[in-house]
């Protein structure tokens, strides 16, 4: 990305006016106005926008971005990305139905996670979507509910590879896993798959999540195709969709070096001609969620209280962990760390801030001690009625949260 010549003050790729955080370009004050409520999420549709064409720039040619919901399935997220990736990953018949409501085509559509119901099955192969199989049983399921609605279901195998994608956040393949099947198995199940007449559509090998090494990304990748080459022999018809899968990573905590994507460009360039000269007619799909709309995020809550217990100050804030488990630390992570913080209307100083800080601890509304927004941080002295302001939110936040913990209204959502 150009950087911009007239060196905006920005603050996490956000830009800042007048003291006071843009999210879309408006005003951060005047936005809660707009939303008519706080707590909120806000996505910036510009920085969604500017994602995807970096993806674009620094991935080879011709391979497929497809956006996997579960990160943010707000409607007006998955409609805005209809318009800018090639195609959907759902994983539940309610994301399903949000993506069918978008003009992406069915064939563009795919539908994994293990767990899946008979009505869900139905409904997919309904609709025409891919059914990325994640057992035999599923696949047996899955002949046998298309002969009762007469329609071919299109089915793509998920495999559990053996190996891991080193340094991930989360690990999704190698081992034992509930996840796809395992790849010394998969020869079989692609005989099957041609004695009950499925429309096999190819392959998904999906590894891990939240990864900022490209080094281990670009190992993985050749890994899985060298992987899928070996399957392939034993497709039962030409294979149309690899769906690599992704676990491109954003840095979340100080010590986080964004991920170097111009380096797993490059990996991928090396890897996609020896799958597109045994597999002519594959789609190389890349699945992607927190990386396209993670940064564009963020959540704002207001100060309520300030109060100072034993030397510390304590920011009491309308929202919470039950909006958004992550930054509260109880999503996942292993050690607790505070995610970026900062007080949305007071960033007037040059470092964003108002030159004196102090240190606070942001806390929400929940009567639990793990209701935690961040933990003694540096941020100018904040009044009740200011806007805290977490960011890289735009991924698992609302739709990781216990919402209906401890009965508070949710939060609202807007896309700026
Ligand atoms: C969760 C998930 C993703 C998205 O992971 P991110 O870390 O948000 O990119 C992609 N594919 C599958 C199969 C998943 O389960």
Redesign the pocket.
Known sequence: MPENSQKQNKLNGFAIEGGCLLVGGQPLTRLARRVGRTPFFAYDRTLIGQRVAELRRLLPDGVHLSY?V??NPMPAVVQHLSALVDGF?V?SAGEMGTVLDTPMAAERISF??PGKTRDELVQAIAAGITL?LESESEMESVAALGSEIEARPRVAV?VNPDFELRGS??R?GGGAKQ?GVDAERVPAMLKRIGELGLDFQGF?V?SG??NLRAGAIREAQEKTAELVLELAEHAPGPVRMVNM?????IPYFPQDQPLDLAAVGRGLSAVLPKLRDRLREARVVI??????V?EAGVYVCRVVDRKISRDQVFLITDGGLHHHLAASGNFGQVLRRNYPVAIGNRLGGPAGGEGETEAVSVVGCLCTPLDLLADKVALPRAEIGDLVVIFQSG??GLTASPAAFLGHPPPAEALV
């Open positions: 996997a579960k990160a990953d994983a994994a996670g990325n998920r956040g989360m999704m996840f998904h999906f999540s939240q899968g992704g676990g491109f990573g699945e992607l969620g927190r990386y396209l993670g991924a698992y």
